[in-house]
């Protein structure tokens, strides 16, 4: 089954190879990119965007600018992609235009035009998201789901406790997960999990498609910025991130799924993280919030990607990726 899919990118090394995996992937209708300032500057994600869709030889999908900065914080780019946020990769210059329109016009056109409803995923700060269902509530109905890149129910990476695209912009997120649109969180718990071993990125990066041999010298990209910089001594060469979230679309039975009541942190310094409620019974909160001014409100209840199985992502994100030119 086909699924009409909007991807909101901040391209970004991961977010490269998401955008490869949605343009290869027979299930996967890409009808449209918005950019948002995330990992690097908006118009390097836009810039990005472009160059990666001609080294996929993708049709021409409409790629849309939207947001310059978060809701409330400035931008704080992402410090593992490199100066030009694709690993400092070069790539050729794109012939391709921007669409004229925000993101969150664009967005709202290709909602409100679509024959049936759309999934959006999510891989950046959700500030385009955030400003879409505030602005124009009307498109609620046309999304079918959002499935979003962020999060975690266990560590941070931003920080302790906070994953970045959630902690770069974390009243977005509070607003799209509150927003009642089917949401679906694809978090570090997972995101962490799937990697490529040293031997395959190794024959990408020396293989026959251009397509593969950019994905190969974004995972070498990904390993050589490990922490300490050496050789990854698991033997994996980098993980696939935000390409990820694109696996769990198609081949959503590789995950461990729980549903559970998730909130954005907003203050204090676990600002940014995401609260996934797992208890089984209510609690001393809840309990003592009964008789309280201001009864507790629950948080929303999500579906939560908490497993998932790292090989079977691996195959299927190679499998996808080699079919590339
Ligand atoms: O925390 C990982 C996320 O932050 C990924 O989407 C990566 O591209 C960055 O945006
Ligand atoms: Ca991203």
Not at 151 to 164: L, Q, R
Request: proline content about 7%; aromatic content about 4%.
């Amino acid at each position: 089954m086909t699924l009409r899919v909007l991807l909101d990118v901040d391209t970004g090394v991961d977010d490269a190879m998401a955008i490869q995996f949605a343009v290869a992937h027979p299930d996967v209708d890409l009808i449209g990119i918005t950019c948002v300032a995330g990992n690097t500057s908006l118009g390097n994600v836009v810039d990005n965007t472009l160059r990666v869709l001609d080294l996929a030889g993708a049709p021409p999908i409409p790629v849309a600018a939207g947001a310059l900065r978060p809701l409330i914080e400035p931008v704080r780019a992402s410090h593992v992609h490199g100066g030009n946020g694709l690993g400092d990769i070069p790539l050729p210059e794109s012939t391709r235009t921007v669409d004229e329109r925000h993101a969150v016009d664009f967005a709202r056109d290709l909602l409100l035009a679509s024959s049936e409803p759309v999934t959006i995923v999510a891989l950046a700060p959700q500030t385009n998201l955030a400003l879409l269902l505030r602005l124009h509530p009307e498109v609620i109905p046309q999304i079918e789901r959002i499935l979003f890149m962020g999060g975690s129910a266990s560590g941070g990476n931003a920080t302790a406790v906070a994953e970045f695209n959630v902690w770069h912009d974390p009243e977005a997120a509070s607003i799209v997960i509150g927003s009642g649109v089917p949401t679906f969180m694809y978090g570090l718990d997972v995101f962490n999990q799937v990697t490529i071993d040293e031997a395959d990125a190794d024959a990408l990066l020396t293989g026959p498609s251009a397509s593969g041999r950019l994905t190969g010298a974004l995972l070498r990209h990904q390993m050589a910025d490990d922490a300490d910089g050496e050789p990854d001594p698991s033997g994996y060469a980098g993980h696939i991130g935000d390409a990820g979230a694109l696996c769990a679309l198609v081949d959503p039975d590789a995950l461990h799924i729980e549903r559970h009541p998730v909130r954005v942190a907003l203050a204090g310094e676990s600002r940014g993280q995401t609260i996934v409620d797992r208890r089984q019974r209510v609690g001393e909160d809840t309990v003592h919030a009964a008789g309280s001014a201001a009864p507790a409100t629950r948080p929303t209840v999500i579906d939560v990607a908490l497993d998932v199985d790292r090989e079977r992502y691996a195959r299927l994100f190679l499998a996808t990726i080699a079919t590339l030119p």
